[in-house]
């Protein structure tokens, strides 16, 4: 697609040209050396101008996570390959410098901004004025919010992951009266609620009939036995159990409700973790702690550290979402946004002020059982990469 237009606009170049010389008047010899000196100086303030805009700006949240440099990664192969300039840029946690960045890449004549949101509400400022400036807005992975200033969405289905976390822990139960703990992303991130919202869906039913004991969250007790919440009380409870997406915070909150709790909490516990980088942390605060027989820690994105703890029996399982395949949406939708069309949606999320068009990817839960097959076999990792792989 990107072929075609680039041949068009030389056509028309090519074209501009040939009638340009045609009506133009011949100049005397000694007349055609100034103009062509004139010409020369010229040349490069245009050419200057040109390399100036950009066809996509993105911006992801921080180089601090692996999944964010993967990213970064595929988006600029992909992109290059394409013929597509691009500039990469990274918040590293800040909504002032995500602000920031948007408008370095306005102000370099961006056509198409990708945009992974720090604090998805803080973020509507910088959609704001990408739009303003006429720029396509694309919200990536995470839903920038209160504004309608977002023309797409692109997301992998973000109910499904809390639900198939869920549903691990469910299909690995036995019994009543099992402890259980929760956790969840950072509260200014949208995605943390819908991961919940997933996840609670699940488990509800298995808490209210007592299979299920929350051993971390008062809020969540005295919600349990409501099967649809509303984001206040989500709120609520995500307040008391939050990470945010943060090794050191998930540790040291898994360590303190350990010792909030009682040995009879413990014995064979099933924990709700966010994601693998929250699940590896808590998991080495519940592997040392004496009074835990046996655990079962969900987890997402399939990072290799991660797999390699899946297949060493020290995270129970992932939420796989390809991200080669949302970063190829992401890269889809942009390209048909450079070319005027409308990337088709699958969906929509509301953002508190518009129904925003969602570009959904599935997911794929991976155990032990599984992770040869699906992560190996299928070519997103190498077997080289990881020990103990049967």
Do not use: H
Not at 79 to 92: C, N
Not at 303 to 311: D, H, L, P, R, T
């Amino acid at each position: 697609m990107k072929k075609n237009v680039w041949l068009k606009i030389g056509s028309l170049l090519v074209l501009s040209l040939v009638v340009l010389s045609a009506c133009a008047p011949v100049a005397p010899a000694e007349e055609a050396a100034p103009a062509e000196e004139e010409a020369m100086e010229e040349a490069p303030a245009e050419e200057e101008v040109m390399e100036e805009k950009l066809a996509v700006g993105i911006v992801l949240p921080t180089k601090d996570e692996p999944r964010w440099i993967q990213d970064e990664s595929r988006f600029r192969e992909a992109l290059d390959a394409a013929g597509y300039d691009v500039e990469i840029l990274f918040s590293q946690g800040d909504s002032a410098v995500e602000l920031t960045n948007v408008q370095s890449l306005i102000s370099k004549g961006v056509q198409v901004l990708i945009i992974c949101p720090q604090d998805g509400t803080a973020a509507a400022a910088a959609a704001d004025q990408a739009a303003a400036a006429g720029v396509s807005v694309v919200s990536y992975d995470r839903l920038i919010r209160e504004t309608d200033a977002v023309d797409y969405y692109v997301t992998f289905d973000s109910i499904a992951v809390g639900a198939q976390q869920a549903q691990y822990l469910v299909d690995n139960v036995t019994g009543t009266g099992n402890p259980l703990y929760l956790y969840a992303g950072a509260a200014s991130d949208n995605n943390a609620f819908i991961f919940f919202e997933g996840a609670w869906g699940v488990l509800q039913p298995k808490i209210a009939d007592g299979t299920f004991v929350i051993k971390n969250s008062s809020e969540a007790v005295a919600l349990q036995d409501k099967a649809e919440l509303t984001r206040e009380e989500q709120s609520q409870i995500i307040g008391q159990i939050t990470t945010n997406w943060d090794f050191d915070d998930a540790k040291s909150l898994a360590e303190a409700n350990l010792t909030a709790t009682t040995a009879a909490d413990k014995g064979e516990v099933f924990i709700l973790a966010p994601n693998d980088g929250t699940a590896r942390a808590i998991a080495d605060a519940f592997g040392v702690d004496p009074d835990v027989t046996n655990f079962y820690v969900t987890g997402q994105d399939a990072e290799k550290a991660s797999v390699q703890y899946i297949i060493d029996g020290k995270q129970s399982m992932t939420v796989w979402k390809d991200v080669r395949t949302l970063v190829s949406d992401a890269i889809a939708a942009a390209v048909t946004l450079l070319e005027g069309g409308e990337p088709e949606a699958s969906g929509s999320y509301n953002n508190g002020a518009a129904d925003i068009p969602a570009i959904q990817s599935a997911v794929v839960t991976v155990d032990k059982d599984n992770v040869k097959e699906t992560l190996i076999d299928g070519g997103y990792y190498e077997a080289s990469e990881f020990t103990g792989l049967e």
